[in-house]
């Protein structure tokens, strides 16, 4: 069990540049999460995928963000025309479904930072 | 919808001391309670979580909790406090059934005195 991954760890970039954070998830699970997390909050949800399908998007996951799970391993999400507001740090998670409780392992996350 | 309250944003213990950290939850249907800490610059680690049957449960580096539902609390206990355990503590429910998403608490930061 190699645990969930994501790269890149940090990422600096300007405002409205692009950026896109990979994430690897433990390799039998199906369902893989994203969350965003600001400074002194907790993880909020943005979505996540069963296998290839993404399943619900948050309210909080506005049109300048996409994310894929093309062949239901490992997942992307895109940031187009970064704004300040965006900077924070970006966690992946995964679970079994149906098993575990549901238990979801997280990564290490991406600290994002627009300047 | 779920919600977590976790109150007070920073304890401070003696090492060697009681850790207490509270968690209240509201939740429309039966929850998944868990305990994640995360320390500086890292993800979140699962501490321990209740699904189904006992209620008190037990967790890694020592730690346990009740889940106490006429109280809708979730809170989270170690006897003694080691200097390791400084750390941000979030509390997170998921409902049970198909959309297993956590939602989480503000946290609370956990310091340890020597």
């Known amino acids: 069990d190699t645990g969930v991954s994501q790269n890149p760890r940090h990422k600096i970039t300007k405002r409205g540049q692009n950026v896109t954070f990979r994430c690897d998830p433990i390799?039998?699970?199906?369902?893989l999460y994203w969350y965003r997390q600001t400074l002194g909050q907790g993880p909020e949800f943005l979505t996540y995928?069963?296998?290839?399908?993404?399943?619900?998007k948050s309210r909080l996951l506005s049109d300048r963000f996409s994310a894929e799970r093309p062949k239901g391993s490992f997942s992307t999400l895109e940031i187009q025309r970064t704004e300040q507001g965006d900077s924070a740090m970006y966690l992946c998670?995964?679970?079994?479904?149906?098993?575990?409780?549901?238990?979801?392992?997280f990564g290490p996350g991406t600290r994002l930072l627009v300047l | 919808a779920q919600s977590v309250t976790q109150l007070g944003s920073h304890v401070s213990v003696s090492e060697g001391a009681l850790v207490l950290l509270r968690c209240n939850y509201s939740?429309?249907?039966?929850?998944?309670l868990f305990w994640y800490v995360q320390y500086p610059n890292q993800g979140l680690q699962l501490l321990l979580k209740?699904?189904?049957?006992?209620?008190l449960v037990k967790g890694i580096n020592g730690f346990e909790a009740e889940f106490k539902k006429s109280e809708t609390s979730f809170h989270l206990t170690k006897p003694s406090a080691h200097m390791s355990d400084a750390a941000e503590y979030f509390c997170?429910?998921?409902?049970?059934?198909?959309?297993?998403?956590?939602?989480f608490g503000k946290g609370i930061t956990l310091s340890v005195r020597p």
């Open positions: 998670a995964s679970s079994l479904f149906g098993q575990d409780g549901e238990t979801q392992y």
């Open positions: 390799s039998e699970h199906n369902r």
């Open positions: 995928f069963q296998n290839e399908a993404q399943l619900e």
């Open positions: 939740s429309s249907v039966p929850p998944y």
């Open positions: 209740y699904t189904t049957g006992a209620t």
């Open positions: 997170a429910v998921s409902a049970t059934g198909a959309n297993s998403k956590l939602t």
